[in-house]
């Protein structure tokens, strides 16, 4: 046919579509398109995950292969089936034995092994869990036996197990300064608990603790070809695979090492001592409860909201509470915690959340940095969110973006080719369908918002959240206590490796709790000037949740006392020590006062309490000396003669007194109040402070300022009166004595 034949016939084609597409024109610019219903969504694409082949060696050693020849490159990875296992008082011997996996193995040492990796050009790692390769495939023959004696045949050489215990030591003591890596390391311990295998923090103790024996008898325990899989990926084929595995690791049958288990359920492995398996997974319990990491001065807080789940990848659910999850905070810059907490308020510049889907005990928490000031509202509308996840569906768009998210993350993942070991590889460990990642898309499609809404009401647990804080505890423990359903403590205190807070003083040995307490006295102006007070009235200013207070307090002889709060000129509460009784006058009515309260108020009732602490305190000990806001104190501890306990601070170079800290029962809540003491200014010669701020309790923070202070006024007894009804006394009786020889009731004479 001629070029000018065809060009015809083009020409007539075309007419002929235009001719066509005329006729129906005016049908498509008339028809209405119904804008209120959602396009119909395509079918789910079908995933082609790619095959992997899979052998097993003679002695248990499950081998997976998985061939890509775009680049001559092999991956090679042997991981080892680990169940979790406690430490113990050795917290860290596991990750140094990983560690120290690449650090001499067979007949070389670390710096050969470096040597012969990089003559190589190829890479080579190892952790707890296995080791780990990559080379040019024309290399990897050489690579093998390398790898080899690593995972089979380490040394663990004495000098590279006290530099890595050097460094280790280093990481930890690092920690103390790094907000997140506390949050990480305590939110892991207070989610799980700290004997769980997954709670359990190193600290500079247990790491001392870490000996070569315990790094031989770990690796010989565990890594078992019967507990491994040998993974192949990329330029290699399975009879080329089948041939190197056979001869580096096909002759490998170490001895066992077993786990004894003595009457009592006790099991001990030799060399490492007695150990602890996971039994059962941590699930949520227990009310919610607050803890505190102290950060003093921080401007910022790191809160962590979370609990533990029994939730495993095999778990049908376990897809939908992904969605759901990504849907809250996982990964969308649409996520309801990002929209809530930074799009909306502002306080953060992102707040996720994780739910972690682990074979053996999972997890959920979000986590977030806020400014000191909003540390409790973020943590408040936090649980609002995770809340309302579980009671109100989610929206047709939310949901289309979190799948699409989901989607887009996992066809990303599959332009690895290592991808597609490890899901082979997570197949096997995880006991999943052969057909998991191939139907994956196909499931996720089928999320519905009541599947979404199942799994919150499954996974989410907000009454049993754990909320963790790393943050300024002066600034915000009384902020933190409202969210806390504990009652004693309602909020605990951790330090930085998530054990007890404990106190840590510097010993002092030239000097005695009532010396210090002499200097405070004689810097404020001595028991002279104190002695020639004979009544005080002081009068204070504040304010709580916005409404201003006034607080005037009298001081009598011999520890009389009264006060009243007022606002606006209305009488909110009224106390009075008549030097025998004492009363509270609320809206709640007049109640007496005892017991604790009663002694709080002898205790206090002295313009200068410092100088009337022998009837009142039991004991006094010096604690010692540490800092607060940077000046060196002495820390006097007090028990009083009630039961109650105070912590006093004096600063070392004034003699005035900083701070007190003391626990008190509120509504039977033991709570911690903090009260600051500043701007010492004279009164008849004595120095008393013109700031007193306070934390804690009910009132939350107020901060007072001491607007005037009137001496000798001629104040009367009277004057304490508390109004008390007199108590009633009953009458007693004196019980008549039996006569040891009338018959008992049963006729029998007691001899």
């Given at each position: 046919m001629s070029?000018?034949?065809?060009?015809?016939?083009?020409?007539?084609?075309?007419?002929?579509?235009c001719a066509a597409t005329g006729l129906f024109l005016p049908f498509l610019m008339n028809a209405q398109i119904d804008r209120t219903l959602p396009p119909v969504p395509a079918p789910a694409p079908i995933v082609n995950i790619g095959e992997h082949k899979t052998f097993t060696l003679p002695n248990g050693l499950r081998v997976i292969v998985v061939e890509n020849h775009k680049l001559p490159m092999v991956g090679v990875q042997l991981r080892f089936d680990i169940p979790p296992m406690s430490q113990g008082n050795q917290v860290g011997f596991v990750e140094m034995m990983g560690d120290l996996l690449t650090h001499g193995a067979g007949n070389r040492s670390k710096a050969q092994i470096d040597q012969d990796v990089d003559?190589?050009?190829a890479q080579l790692s190892a952790n707890s869990e296995g080791v780990y390769a990559s080379v040019l495939k024309k290399h990897l023959e050489a690579l093998l036996p390398i790898m080899a004696d690593v995972a089979t045949a380490p040394t663990f050489p004495s000098d590279e197990l006290a530099k890595a215990k050097k460094r280790t030591l280093s990481e930890v003591q690092q920690r103390k300064d790094?907000?997140?890596?506390?949050?990480?390391?305590?939110?892991?311990?207070?989610?799980?608990?700290?004997?769980?295998?997954?709670?359990?923090?190193?600290?500079?103790?247990?790491?001392?603790?870490?000996?070569?024996?315990?790094?031989?008898?770990?690796h010989a325990k565990f890594f078992r070809p019967e507990k491994g899989y040998l993974v192949f990926v990329g330029d290699i084929t399975e009879k080329e695979a089948k041939a190197l595995a056979k001869a580096r690791f096909g002759d490998w049958k170490p001895a066992q090492k077993y786990t004894v288990v003595d009457e009592d359920g006790k099991q001990t492995i030799e060399g490492i001592?007695?150990?602890?398996?996971?039994?059962?997974?941590?699930?949520?319990?227990?009310?919610?409860?607050?803890?505190?990491?102290?950060?003093?001065?921080?401007?910022?807080?790191?809160?962590?909201?979370?609990?533990?789940?029994?939730?495993?990848?095999?778990?049908?659910?376990?897809?939908?509470?992904?969605?759901?999850?990504?849907?809250?905070?996982?990964?969308?810059?649409?996520?309801?915690?990002?929209?809530?907490?930074?799009?909306?308020?502002?306080?953060?510049?992102?707040?996720?959340?994780?739910?972690?889907?682990?074979?053996?005990?999972?997890?959920?928490?979000?986590?977030?940095?806020?400014?000191?000031?909003?540390?409790?509202?973020?943590?408040?509308?936090?649980?609002?969110?995770?809340?309302?996840?579980?009671?109100?569906?989610?929206?047709?768009?939310?949901?289309?973006?979190?799948?699409?998210?989901?989607?887009?993350?996992?066809?990303?993942?599959?332009?690895d080719p290592r991808t597609i070991a490890r899901f082979a590889l997570n197949t096997y460990l995880n006991e999943l369908p052969k057909d998991h990642y191939a139907t994956y898309l196909k499931r996720l499609e089928a999320v519905t918002a009541e599947d979404v809404q199942a799994a919150a009401e499954a996974f989410l647990h907000p009454d049993n959240a754990v909320i963790l804080v790393v943050g300024d505890k002066r600034k915000l423990l009384h902020r933190l206590e409202p969210l806390s359903w504990a009652t004693n403590p309602v909020v605990t205190e951790l330090d930085h490796?998530?054990?007890?807070?404990?106190?840590?003083?510097?010993?002092?040995?030239?000097?005695?709790?009532?010396?210090?307490?002499?200097?405070?006295?004689?810097?404020?102006?001595?028991?002279?000037?104190?002695?020639?007070?004979?009544?005080?009235?002081?009068?204070?200013?504040?304010?709580?949740?916005?409404?201003?207070?006034?607080?005037?307090?009298?001081?009598?002889?011999?520890?009389?006392?009264?006060?009243?709060?007022?606002?606006?000129?209305?009488?909110?509460?009224?106390?009075?020590?008549?030097?025998?009784?004492?009363?509270?006058?609320?809206?709640?009515?007049?109640?007496?006062?005892?017991?604790?309260?009663?002694?709080?108020?002898?205790?206090?009732?002295h313009p200068v309490p410092e100088v009337r602490y022998g009837p009142n305190v039991e004991r006094m000990v010096l604690a010692g000396r540490t800092t607060v806001d940077g000046k060196p104190v002495y820390k006097v501890?007090?028990?009083?003669?009630?039961?109650?306990?105070?912590?006093?601070?004096?600063?070392?170079?004034?003699?005035?007194?900083?701070?007190?800290?003391?626990?008190?029962?509120?509504?039977?809540?033991?709570?911690?109040?903090?009260?600051?003491?500043?701007?010492?200014?004279?009164?008849?010669?004595?120095?008393?402070?013109?700031?007193?701020?306070?934390?804690?309790?009910?009132?939350?923070?107020?901060?007072?300022?001491?607007?005037?202070?009137?001496?000798?006024?001629?104040?009367?007894?009277?004057?304490?009166?508390?109004?008390?009804?007199?108590?009633?006394?009953?009458?007693?009786?004196?019980?008549?004595?039996?006569?040891?020889?009338e018959p008992t009731p049963d006729g029998v004479k007691d001899e």
């Open positions: 070029t000018s034949q065809t060009n015809s016939r083009r020409l007539a084609s075309l007419k002929g579509i003559r190589l050009g790094d907000p997140s890596a506390i949050g990480e390391a305590v939110g892991r311990s207070v989610t799980y608990g700290r004997s769980h295998p997954y709670g359990e923090v190193a600290t500079e103790r247990s790491i001392a603790q870490v000996n070569e024996q315990q790094l031989k008898a770990y001592g007695e150990v602890r398996f996971l039994e059962k997974p941590a699930i949520p319990r227990g009310p919610r409860r607050v803890i505190i990491v102290d950060r003093p001065g921080a401007a910022q807080s790191v809160i962590r909201v979370g609990f533990p789940l029994n939730l495993q990848p095999k778990d049908v659910r376990a897809l939908s509470a992904q969605v759901m999850n990504t849907i809250l905070g996982g990964g969308v810059f649409n996520a309801q915690l990002m929209q809530n907490l930074r799009e909306d308020k502002g306080w953060t510049y992102g707040s996720h959340a994780t739910l972690d889907a682990d074979r053996f005990n999972g997890h959920f928490h979000t986590s977030a940095n806020v400014r000191t000031a909003v540390t409790d509202s973020a943590i408040a509308e936090t649980i609002k969110e995770i809340e309302r996840m579980r009671t109100t569906r989610v929206s047709p768009e939310e949901l289309d973006l979190a799948k699409r998210f989901m989607a887009g993350s996992f066809a990303r993942s599959l332009e490796n998530g054990e007890f807070f404990v106190e840590q003083f510097e010993p002092v040995r030239d000097r005695t709790a009532q010396q210090v307490l002499d200097a405070h006295i004689a810097a404020i102006g001595g028991r002279e000037a104190i002695g020639r007070i004979k009544d005080m009235r002081m009068q204070l200013s504040t304010e709580m949740k916005d409404m201003p207070l006034e607080i005037v307090q009298w001081y009598g002889p011999d520890g009389l006392f009264r006060s009243t709060v007022k606002s606006n000129g209305s009488v909110m509460r009224e106390e009075a020590y008549d030097g025998q009784r004492a009363m509270r006058s609320d809206s709640q009515g007049v109640v007496e006062l005892e017991d604790a309260d009663l002694g709080d108020l002898q205790f206090n009732g501890h007090i028990v009083l003669a009630t039961g109650g306990s105070a912590g006093d601070y004096f600063e070392i170079s004034s003699g005035l007194k900083l701070r007190r800290v003391e626990q008190r029962s509120v509504d039977g809540r033991a709570v911690t109040i903090i009260t600051d003491y500043s701007d010492y200014q004279p009164a008849g010669g004595v120095l008393f402070p013109r700031m007193i701020t306070q934390t804690g309790g009910p009132a939350g923070e107020l901060v007072m300022k001491v607007e005037a202070i009137d001496l000798n006024t001629g104040l009367k007894p009277a004057f304490f009166a508390t109004n008390l009804p007199e108590r009633k006394v009953e009458e007693y009786i004196e019980p008549e004595e039996e006569n040891p020889l």
